[in-house]
């Protein structure tokens, strides 16, 4: 694909070079893009920073405070991401520093006795942040990486003035854990969050960070941005949500937002009383996400994977096919006779992830990966692995131009392609049609090989949609052709998703739905089968514009437990080697919607290079203590189950600091 180049139209805040970091996003840009400047999904305020009479322009604090009233430029946006040995510090401005991104640091917050620098990139945005709000805008990305720092040690940075911006307060990150820590730990896993129907969520993060969650994973679908169109779409019955129109069909209790009467001469719309998620503005839609999050990304690490959210600026058309006349002949409030969106339907700087690949750095490139597409990183006594479920796999949901290619063409025709189109990111080495011809293919095989278990013996993997789920579709059997096979023969423990609008917990499982009953322990603990079976947990329901997913029919056997109507995240917290806990924190008040234990057997296969190694402390005896708070849910009285030719009983002894699971075995 040929490559854009960031228009240098900010004078004297570009003057000097942008140095690019790692790879520039592309787009294809053989066809013209046909619609308006800057797409508004308002039509009584197509305005860029809102007039007042159409649907109200959200603000959120920017990640400094400003010393000035009126800023020449400014720090919006700050976040961790881990790299091996290391953190990257991104932040975000509106216009360029002029000089190379750095970041003071140290071990006190009184002494940031070191300095690293880094690297800028930029893009093309639409609308431009020449346009917008000093406070409420990003379009200069930047990146610090530090490295060769001490495993789990709290560092202090801060980042300093430059071209017209306020120097951030003094803040501190904690590095990960080595692999082979024994400590326990957790982490925030989250997935379809937005900014509508988010604020429970929001505030159990904040708690969670609080409480000391060592990261957060966010498993795509993250802004919404895409839904800046939601205003301008009339309501259809099948979108679950309708803003004073006739088919809402929220989840009780309504919320009071949704009470609001629309703004003058506004219609009924898809979605919310904003309009859209947020804004009406798919940059502005990424900006005011950014800034809400600051609290959580600036001081823990905030790992993300793509959804197909992030791809480009829409997904769809809508009634009268309204899209299509507006995005690709530039007519207001008008029809088309068919739905015609292409690739090139979308600005250039509003397709192929560009906006994804932007905003994050995630260690693609420090762990053979590609950027934040997919990649692997080590906390303790787990391996996490990040898989890109939208592209660079056959039969992916967002297809690269060879799959839309007829006859001897090299290059498709515009009306050929189609409005999601993405990728590939990484090589393909033979046909496209070919799951093992993926550079991600092998790269994965290669990463859950090269795992030592003895020193991580849990091994989680995700990406942003199912393989398995009790909504049936038929993007699920690709994803399954493409990566089951490798994650159950590298025994991993998990498979993590969201993309359904809801909480499910499957039982674990094997190729073709098989349901592993040897290993269910009880309808809250299962074992671990390496090679046999994994367990999957979908866990889509942080918030978004679109509300809940709704099952129309029964409920499969292979769902354990499905939640349709609360909003949320989960925890997954690593208590040893042998033990694992997952539980589903409502954004209703931190409620315990769900919980599961997952357990090894002592010297059990774990994939990868090696076996776990026994906890037993004789040939008949083992005991299993760990420092967590008490979770005497999970075995409420002595449970006794079978397994092969032994069989176990199992008693919980807790107390408000410490928890002992006694398991004897009786041959």
């Known amino acids: 694909m040929k490559s854009t180049t960031p228009a240098l139209l900010l004078g004297a805040y570009t003057a000097f070079c942008i140095h690019i970091s790692d790879a520039i996003p592309t787009v294809d840009e053989s066809y013209p893009y046909t619609g308006p400047a800057v797409p508004i999904g308002d039509w009584i305020d197509p305005t ?13 604090p920017p990640a400094v405070v400003p010393l000035l009233s009126k800023p020449a430029n400014n720090i919006n946006v700050i976040a961790l991401s881990y790299i091996p040995q290391g953190i990257n510090i991104h932040y975000q401005t509106p216009f360029g520093l002029g000089i190379a991104p750095s970041v003071k640091w140290g071990t006190s917050a009184t002494a940031l006795d070191s300095e690293a620098t880094g690297s800028s990139h930029t893009y093309d945005r639409t609308p431009p942040c020449s346009e917008v709000s000093v406070t409420q805008c990003s379009q200069f990305y930047h990146e610090v990486r530090i490295s060769g720092l001490k495993s789990d040690t709290t560092y202090y940075y801060q980042i300093p ?93 309504t919320p009071s937002d949704y009470l609001t009467p629309l703004p003058a001469a506004e219609i009924a719309n898809q979605g919310g009383p904003l309009g859209g998620d947020m804004s009406v503005l798919y940059e502005s839609n990424w900006d005011l996400w950014q800034q809400w999050m600051n609290n959580i990304t600036a001081n823990i690490p905030y790992m993300v994977l793509p959804g197909n959210h992030e791809a480009t600026c829409s997904e769809f058309d809508g009634p009268g096919n309204i899209l299509t006349a507006y995005l690709n002949n530039n007519v207001t ?87 999601t189109d993405s990728g590939p990111f990484g090589a393909i080495n033979g046909s496209y049609k070919s799951n093992k011809a993926y550079e991600q293919y092998q790269w994965l095989a290669k990463d859950l090989a090269s795992v030592d278990r003895t020193k991580t013996p849990w091994v989680i993997a995700m990406s942003h949609r199912p393989m398995y789920s009790s909504m049936v579709s038929s993007y699920q059997k690709n994803l399954r052709a493409a ?30 739905s098989t349901i592993d009953k040897a290993s269910i322990i009880n309808n809250n603990t299962y074992h671990t089968n390496p090679g046999v079976s994994m367990t999957h947990l979908i866990n889509g329901m942080a918030g978004n514009i679109e509300s809940h997913s709704t099952l129309s029919g029964g409920i499969l056997n292979i769902t354990a437990v499905l939640d349709q109507t609360h909003y949320g995240f989960s925890k997954l917290t690593v208590l040893n080697s042998t033990a694992l806990k997952w539980s589903f924190v409502r954004g209703d008040g931190g409620i315990i919607g769900d919980e599961l234990m997952l357990l090894k057997k002592p010297g059990s296969s774990g ?61």
């Not at 003035?161 to 326990?184: I, K, Q, W």
């Open 483 to 512: 990566f089951e096979e490798l994650l159950l023969e590298n025994g991993v423990d998990a498979y993590l998703s969201g993309h359904i609008h809801w909480y499910e917990r499957l039982f674990p499982l094997g190729a073709n």
């Open 48 to 60: 860029i920073n809102g007039n007042g009479e159409g649907f109200p322009h959200l603000v959120e």
């Open 333 to 419: 409030n008008g029809t088309a006779a068919k739905s015609a969106l292409t690739y090139f339907s979308c600005p250039p700087s509003q397709r192929n992830f560009t906006a994804y690949q932007n905003r994050f750095r995630m260690p693609g490139a420090e762990t053979g990966g590609v950027g934040n597409f997919w990649y692997s990183f080590d906390y303790g006594l787990a391996h996490f692995v990040s898989i890109d479920g939208e592209t660079d796999f056959a039969n992916s949901p967002e297809y690269p131009f060879a799959a839309d290619l007829t006859g001897n063409e090299t290059s498709p025709r515009a009306n050929e392609t189609y409005v």
């Open 607 to 667: 994939g990868g290079n090696s076996t776990i190694p026994s906890v037993a402390l004789s040939s008949t005896t083992y005991v299993i203590t760990q420092t967590v708070t008490a979770y005497t849910t999970y075995c409420p009285s002595a449970t006794t189950f079978t397994q092969g030719n032994s069989a176990y009983t199992v008693t919980a002894v807790s107390s408000h600091i410490h928890s002992q699971i006694q398991s004897t075995k009786k041959d």
């Open 161 to 253: 003035a430059a071209n017209g911006t306020t120097a951030s307060d003094v803040l501190s990150f904690t590095t990960s854990r080595a692999a082979g820590d024994p400590t326990g730990f957790t982490i925030a896993v989250l997935n379809d969050m937005g900014y509508t129907n988010a604020g429970g969520t929001y505030q159990q993060l904040l708690k969670a960070v609080g409480e000391g969650v060592a990261f957060a994973w966010h498993g795509g679908d993250i802004s919404y941005a895409d839904d800046w169109y939601s205003g301008i779409l009339p309501c259809e019955d099948d979108w679950p949500v309708c803003y004073n129109g006739t088919s809402t069909e929220i989840p009780p209790p």
